[in-house]
């Protein structure tokens, strides 16, 4: 009797335990532990939080590589823009004159004449005697002059004079002259140019800077001519 109990109860352990390991086998293969423990579960959440970090970024560096296209684009634009205008403004000027501003110039530095003679000088080479409409104007000329390599005592004819009315100062192309700065220099702490009636032309003084003043139009110096721009674009 207890040999057929011990039997019988060997057998229902046997059979208990494989049913227990089938069982667990069953379990595992269909249903894998996700986490052993909460560290596990902490990495699973911050690699989580890292894969949408990263899909966020790429998706910034997307945009911005959009906008850097469009920034180049514009860009290319403007550089176009630029490079046309400069063509389109191109002034080409004759034998010895440069362009300076609006305008050719050219300063005769070896030529000493009286102001009739340098307007008819300059009139020959297809020009006049220089005017200056605005400060620009007379700012390029001075420029050119003051670069030249004349001397600093040098002076130099511009195209006006008051031969018509004393006091009354015109260019050579029938414009009223300016007064004042910057165009018009100092003698003896009194604004050029003084009623006088010996001095009706107007230079350019080497020893006021190349300021304007008047003088005598006998007096013998350097002719500035200018041609009307020609433009090429
Ligand atoms: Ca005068």
Same mark, same amino acid.
């Given at each position: 009797?207890?040999?057929?109990?011990? %039997?019988?109860?060997?057998? #229902?352990?046997?059979?208990?335990?494989?049913?227990?390991?089938?069982?667990?086998?069953? @379990?595992?293969?269909?249903?894998?532990?996700?986490?052993?423990? $909460?560290?596990?579960?902490?990495?699973?959440?911050?690699?989580?939080? &890292?894969?949408?970090?990263? !899909?966020?970024?790429? &998706?910034?560096? &997307?945009?911005?590589?959009?906008?850097?296209?469009?920034?180049?684009?514009?860009?290319?634009?403007?550089?176009?823009?630029?490079?046309?205008?400069?063509?389109?403004?191109?002034?080409?000027?004759?034998?010895?004159? !440069?362009?300076?501003? /609006?305008? $050719?110039? @050219?300063?005769?530095?070896?030529?000493?004449?009286?102001? /009739?003679?340098?307007?008819?000088? $300059?009139?020959?080479?297809?020009?006049?005697?220089? %005017?200056?409409? *605005?400060?620009?104007?007379?700012?390029?000329?001075?420029? @050119?002059? !003051?670069?030249?390599?004349?001397?600093?005592?040098?002076?130099?004819?511009?195209?006006?004079?008051?031969?018509?009315? /004393?006091?009354?100062? =015109?260019? %050579?192309?029938?414009?009223?002259?300016?007064?004042?700065?910057?165009?018009?220099? *100092?003698?003896? @702490?009194?604004?050029?140019? %003084?009623?006088?009636?010996?001095?009706? $032309?107007?230079?350019?003084?080497?020893?006021?800077?190349?300021?304007?003043?008047?003088?005598?139009?006998?007096?013998?110096?350097?002719?500035?001519? /200018?041609?009307? #721009?020609? =433009?090429?674009?």
């Amino acid at each position: 009797m207890r040999l057929t109990v011990a %039997v019988l109860w060997m057998v #229902a352990v046997t059979t208990w335990a494989l049913e227990e390991n089938s069982g667990s086998d069953l @379990y595992d293969g269909h249903f894998p532990p996700l986490h052993p423990n $909460c560290s596990q579960s902490l990495t699973d959440l911050l690699l989580l939080r &890292q894969e949408i970090q990263l !899909k966020e970024l790429k &998706q910034a560096e &997307q945009e911005s590589a959009g906008i850097l296209r469009e920034m180049a684009d514009i860009l290319a634009d403007i550089k176009g823009s630029l490079t046309r205008s400069n063509t389109s403004t191109g002034i080409s000027c004759p034998g010895n004159f !440069k362009n300076y501003g /609006e305008n $050719c110039l @050219y300063l005769a530095k070896d030529v000493g004449i009286n102001w /009739e003679e340098a307007l008819l000088f $300059c009139q020959d080479l297809g020009g006049n005697l220089a %005017v200056f409409r *605005d400060a620009n104007a007379f700012a390029h000329a001075l420029g @050119y002059v !003051k670069t030249s390599g004349i001397a600093k005592t040098g002076n130099v004819w511009v195209g006006g004079n008051d031969h018509s009315v /004393e006091g009354e100062w =015109r260019w %050579v192309t029938g414009e009223h002259m300016p007064r004042g700065t910057p165009f018009w220099g *100092d003698y003896n @702490y009194v604004r050029e140019p %003084v009623q006088n009636t010996a001095e009706n $032309c107007a230079f350019l003084h080497g020893a006021d800077d190349f300021l304007m003043h008047d003088a005598p139009c006998d007096w013998k110096v350097i002719p500035l001519c /200018e041609i009307s #721009a020609s =433009r090429t674009g």
